[in-house]
Structures are given as structure tokens and as C-alpha cells.
């Protein structure tokens, strides 16, 4: 009896210390818990406002990010050489202040690379990539050797010039219907500029001292031998040719003049302006019948400077004729 007694109490303190124990666990567990809770608090609460410690300057430091969109999109994304889970387009966020190197990689694509600064706080955009295929859609479009081309959007045509052979082609944007339509002057010299009329049905080309209007082969009833029209410049040099919206007038920019000449036989040019420079520049905007040009202008003290004009030749028919009558008087 005494044995069992002995036996019960034994276990009943055992059970007690065992219990105290284990409270004592149990609190130190819990102000563990709290101790690492309020340590690692700054840094939750940095993360959810967008703030990340910086190992080297250990810092706290808000962060930036980057987004990626390219096209074709699912390109594979390097940030410093190494690649990220997502596939453009893809944010890259907590990205610490600095400069990343980025390349963008996808198949059967040249790679995009470049350097990125990323500011804290703020989007580092990639949103205009365009990765070019390694086998680019190229076709040939030309059916014949030449030596010039121009393209015309609003016909939808491209016209060649081979100055060797002495042949103007024409043919649709995609190289289609490629068919010659004139020919070219012999014993001209080097082409310095041309272009086609507004009404398409004729064009020049010209070199420093001489234009020629040529007639383009449009109703299969043209003679080469008798289409060619020259306007001689003997003592100005041609610098810029264009033609009027009226497809009949050119406008023509020498070094000493700014003129007007008909393309025709014989045609004689009127001077609009006497130029004091001998390389001007000219822009004429063919919609508005509006000459841009620049010119010099002396000091009182010798020196000189550029000037830009503006010259309007009105769109009615007629008005240009009558100004180059009064020019003439």
C-alpha cells in the first residue's frame, strides 16, 4: 500500500514538472515568435510599400520596376544575364535603383539588348520593341537594271530610271506589270534630279545646265523620237527643279534666280527673284502651290545671314500665266 502511494505521487509530480515545462516553452515560443515579429515587421512593411533593403547600403530604398512589350510578343526576358519566369510583355518589379542590363531573346529573331535605368519609385517602360525576323520578307522588283527609282503611294506605282540604256520603267508597288514607258534623251550627262508630273503623264530630268521634259508611254501610241523637250540653262546652274500643280509649269531654282518655265519647245523662263545665294535651298509643297526657299542677306558690316521664304504660286490656272506676262514687261 505504501509502495502504491509512494508509486502515485511520484508520477503525479513527474506530470506537474512535465506541465510546467512545457509552459514554459510555450511562452518563451511565443515572445520568440513576437521578437521575430516586430524584427521582420520594417521589412514586410517595406516590401508592401514598394521598399527593399540595399545589402550594401543597408538601406531601406524604394524600388522601381520595368515593363517589357515587344512584338511578337513571348520573347524570353535576361535581366544582368539572367533569365526571369515570365515571357514578354512582363513587369519586373522590386527592382533596386541602377542600371540593368536587358536582353530580349525569342526564335528565328535577332535579339534586343540594351541598358535600362531604373529610378526609385517609378516605371522603366519597353513597350516599342520590335524583334525583326533572321530572314527578313525580301523580294526583288525590279525586272531590268537601273539607275534611279521613285515610289508614288498615291498611284501605287514605282517608277526606274536606266540611265545606261536610256529607258524609263514603271510598275505597281509590288513589282507587277513591270513594262518600260519612255525613253531617255541621249548625250544628256549625269542625271542630277527628276520627278514625274502631278497628272503622271510626263516628267524631267535634269543636270546642272539643262532639263528635259520627257512623255511617258501611257496609251501604247507614243514615238520616242520626237517626245524630248530642252530647256538649256547656259549661264545658271540648275540647283532644284519641281513641278506646278498644274503638271504644264515648272518651277525652277538656279543659282541666281528663282523662275517659272513652261515645258514646252522654246519655252523661255521668267525670273521671280534674284537670289544672293548661290546654294539655296528650296521645299515646294505641291498641294498648297507654296515655294519655301533660303536665301542671304547682307549687313551693313559685310556679313550675311540665311533667311527662309515663302512664295506662294496660286492654285488657279490662269493667275501663273498672268504673273509671268507681268514679269515679262
Not at 501610241?221 to 517626245?227: A, G, K, N, R
Amino acid at each position: 500500500m505504501f509502495n502504491w502511494l509512494k508509486k502515485k505521487y511520484t508520477i503525479k509530480g513527474l506530470c506537474s514538472f512535465t506541465d510546467s515545462a512545457f509552459q514554459r516553452v510555450r511562452s518563451l515560443l511565443f515572445y520568440l515568435s513576437l521578437l521575430l515579429f516586430f524584427c521582420g515587421l520594417p521589412f514586410i512593411l517595406s516590401f508592401a510599400l514598394g521598399y527593399k533593403f540595399n545589402t550594401h547600403t543597408l538601406k531601406f530604398v524604394k524600388t522601381g520596376l520595368i515593363y517589357i512589350k515587344t512584338q511578337p510578343e513571348g520573347a524570353s526576358i535576361y535581366v544582368n544575364g539572367k533569365l526571369i519566369p515570365e515571357k514578354s510583355p512582363a513587369s519586373i518589379q522590386e527592382l533596386l535603383p541602377g542600371v540593368y542590363k536587358v536582353t530580349l531573346t525569342l526564335a528565328k529573331y535577332y535579339p534586343w539588348r540594351s541598358e535600362i535605368d531604373v529610378e526609385a519609385g517609378k516605371v522603366s517602360r519597353i513597350d516599342k520593341v520590335i524583334l525583326f525576323p533572321l530572314r527578313p520578307d525580301l523580294q526583288q522588283l525590279n525586272q531590268s537594271g537601273f539607275s534611279f527609282f521613285r515610289v508614288d503611294l498615291e498611284d501605287s506605282m514605282i517608277y526606274y530610271l536606266d540611265q545606261e540604256d536610256k529607258i524609263v520603267y514603271r510598275s505597281n508597288l509590288d513589282g507587277t506589270n513591270f513594262e518600260d514607258v519612255a525613253s531617255l534623251p541621249d548625250k544628256f550627262g549625269k542625271i542630277s534630279g527628276w520627278d514625274v508630273s502631278p497628272d503622271k503623264g510626263k516628267m524631267f530630268i535634269c543636270n546642272p545646265h539643262q532639263i528635259s521634259v520627257i512623255f511617258l508611254d501611257s496609251r501604247d501610241d507614243y514615238m520616242y523620237s520626237d517626245s524630248f523637250i530642252f530647256l538649256d540653262y547656259p549661264r545658271e546652274q540648275i540647283i532644284k527643279v519641281f513641278w506646278h500643280s498644274d503638271s504644264y509649269h515648272l518651277i525652277v531654282l538656279t543659282d541666281k534666280h528663282v523662275a517659272v518655265i513652261e515645258s514646252r519647245a522654246q519655252a523661255k523662263p521668267v525670273n521671280l527673284i534674284e537670289l544672293n545665294k548661290e546654294a539655296a535651298e528650296a521645299f515646294y509643297d505641291n498641294k498648297r502651290q507654296v515655294l519655301y526657299f533660303s536665301d542671304n542677306q547682307r549687313k551693313p558690316d559685310g556679313s550675311s545671314y540665311n533667311n527662309l521664304y515663302k512664295l506662294e504660286l496660286s492654285p488657279e490656272l490662269y493667275l501663273l500665266e498672268r504673273l509671268m506676262q507681268k514679269a515679262n514687261e
